[in-house]
């Protein structure tokens, strides 16, 4: 595969052994129970076969290439699944199919029904699509919502009683367990934290309101308002580099260049003050933030956790670790594994 593609094939990804899982098998339907995750990100499609000890086996990492429209991404998908199912050699076939990915969704009826990420994608039946190409069910979910709970039954919040996930990517979305539940709201959407209003009448946003986190702090964004800057005149390496983006941002910042320090200084600022209402609402014992953009490492996340720490109530602050999530690029297919496995699981209870 070439390095256009930037397809990567692995034999088995989130070992536990490295990362302190522990097997879960009682809750995801038993031992030797294997489902094939989906993941569809705004960039990224990624894939894998996840077992009950929360392992991920065959992973594929391919470009989505979105503007090829839905019909073609999701024939790759399934194409993916099918290689990812062999490339795990396993020796057993799945058992059911976990997608997940950014809403608006029905998980109830596995409808997608138009992910701002997604221009075009308008009601798409994707759970009986995945039901149809596969021949096992099919359960989906919000991508950042099956992010928080793989954090919290195999990552960083493992064992925790309540924890918020912040994905920080082309866009940016949120999920929550609380009190050991996870939390989906009213009408299975609830966590849309990349929406919270932090610049009343500010930068447009995807979801048609102006001045939402995610219009400030997700990977595209900053590139947007760096370029933004560029075409202003603004003095800046970042001239000479097309096209932009956040991770261009973060090493000219490093380098010593104003302008993108600005930018940087901005985003962490909005992120940690949008974080510190949150901590101050749920009370949580942690935040963890994944997605592309937290590749930037301490650089994102000491200046986000100060301001937590500084800005929040008193006992909220305490109570609350700011950190990287554990399960790194996995760790939407590690979700989306733990919705099918959960479902499962849930199935063989209901028919004992």
């Given at each position: 595969?070439?390095?256009?593609?930037?397809?990567?094939?692995?034999?088995?990804?989130?070992?536990?052994?490295?990362?302190?899982?522990?097997?879960?098998?009682?809750?995801?339907?038993?031992?030797?129970?294997?489902?094939?995750?989906?993941?569809?990100?705004?960039?990224?499609?990624?894939?894998?076969?996840?077992?009950?000890?929360?392992?991920?086996?065959?992973?594929?990492?391919?470009?989505?290439?979105?503007?090829?429209?839905?019909?073609?991404?999701?024939?790759?998908?399934?194409?993916?699944?099918?290689?990812?199912?062999?490339?795990?050699?396993?020796?057993?076939?799945?058992?059911?199919?976990?997608?997940?990915?950014?809403?608006?969704?029905?998980?109830?009826?596995?409808?997608?029904?138009?992910?701002?990420?997604?221009?075009?994608?308008?009601?798409?039946?994707?759970?009986?699509?995945?039901?149809?190409?596969?021949?096992?069910?099919?359960?989906?979910?919000?991508?950042?919502?099956?992010?928080?709970?793989?954090?919290?039954?195999?990552?960083?919040?493992?064992?925790?009683?309540?924890?918020?996930?912040?994905?920080?990517?082309?866009?940016?979305?949120?999920?929550?367990?609380?009190?050991?539940?996870?939390?989906?709201?009213?009408?299975?959407?609830?966590?849309?934290?990349?929406?919270?209003?932090?610049?009343?009448?500010?930068?447009?946003?995807?979801?048609?309101?102006?001045?939402?986190?995610?219009?400030?702090?997700?990977?595209?964004?900053?590139?947007?308002?760096?370029?933004?800057?560029?075409g202003a005149g603004r003095r800046t390496s970042l001239s000479a580099v097309d096209p932009l983006?956040?991770?261009?941002?973060?090493?000219?910042?490093?380098?010593?260049?104003?302008?993108?320090?600005?930018?940087?200084?901005?985003?962490?600022?909005?992120?940690?003050?949008?974080?510190?209402?949150?901590?101050?609402?749920?009370?949580?014992?942690?935040?963890?933030?994944?997605?592309?953009?937290?590749?930037?490492?301490?650089?994102?996340?000491?200046?986000?956790?100060?301001?937590?720490?500084?800005?929040?109530?008193?006992?909220?602050?305490?109570?609350?670790?700011?950190?990287?999530?554990?399960?790194?690029?996995?760790?939407?297919?590690?979700?989306?594994?733990?919705?099918?496995?959960?479902?499962?699981?849930?199935?063989?209870?209901?028919?004992?």
């Amino acid at each position: 595969m070439n390095e256009a593609r930037r397809a990567q094939e692995m034999r088995s990804a989130g070992d536990p052994s490295r990362s302190g899982y522990e097997s879960t098998a009682s809750r995801t339907g038993g031992a030797e129970s294997a489902v094939l995750a989906l993941d569809i990100g705004g960039t990224k499609l990624a894939v894998g076969v996840v077992t009950a000890d929360g392992r991920v086996h065959g992973l594929i990492i391919e470009p989505t290439r979105r503007w090829e429209g839905p019909d073609a991404v999701i024939a790759r998908l399934f194409d993916l699944g099918d290689r990812a199912v062999v490339a795990a050699g396993l020796g057993r076939p799945v058992s059911a199919v976990g997608i997940s990915c950014g809403g608006p969704l029905d998980s109830v009826t596995g409808v997608l029904i138009s992910p701002p990420h997604l221009p075009g994608w308008v009601d798409v039946p994707l759970g009986e699509m995945a039901r149809d190409r596969f021949g096992v069910p099919a359960y989906l979910e919000n991508d950042a919502t099956a992010a928080a709970l793989g954090e919290h039954r195999f990552g960083a919040a493992r064992g925790l009683r309540t924890m918020i996930y912040l994905t920080i990517s082309t866009g940016v979305g949120g999920g929550a367990v609380i009190d050991g539940a996870l939390h989906r709201g009213a009408a299975g959407n609830g966590g849309e934290l990349g929406h919270l209003m932090v610049r009343p009448g500010g930068r447009a946003c995807t979801c048609g309101r102006h001045g939402c986190l995610e219009a400030y702090v997700s990977g595209t964004n900053i590139a947007a308002r760096a370029a933004d800057g560029v075409g202003a005149g603004r003095r800046t390496s970042l001239s000479a580099v097309d096209p932009l983006t956040a991770a261009d941002v973060a090493a000219a910042a490093t380098a010593g260049d104003a302008f993108a320090r600005a930018i940087w200084d901005e985003t962490t600022q909005v992120l940690g003050q949008a974080l510190t209402d949150l901590v101050n609402v749920f009370e949580p014992e942690m935040v963890v933030l994944g997605g592309g953009v937290t590749r930037s490492g301490a650089m994102l996340l000491d200046p986000v956790a100060e301001i937590v720490a500084r800005d929040a109530m008193p006992p909220a602050a305490k109570a609350a670790r700011v950190v990287l999530t554990r399960l790194g690029d996995v760790v939407c297919v590690v979700g989306a594994g733990v919705v099918a496995l959960d479902a499962l699981a849930a199935a063989e209870v209901d028919h004992a």
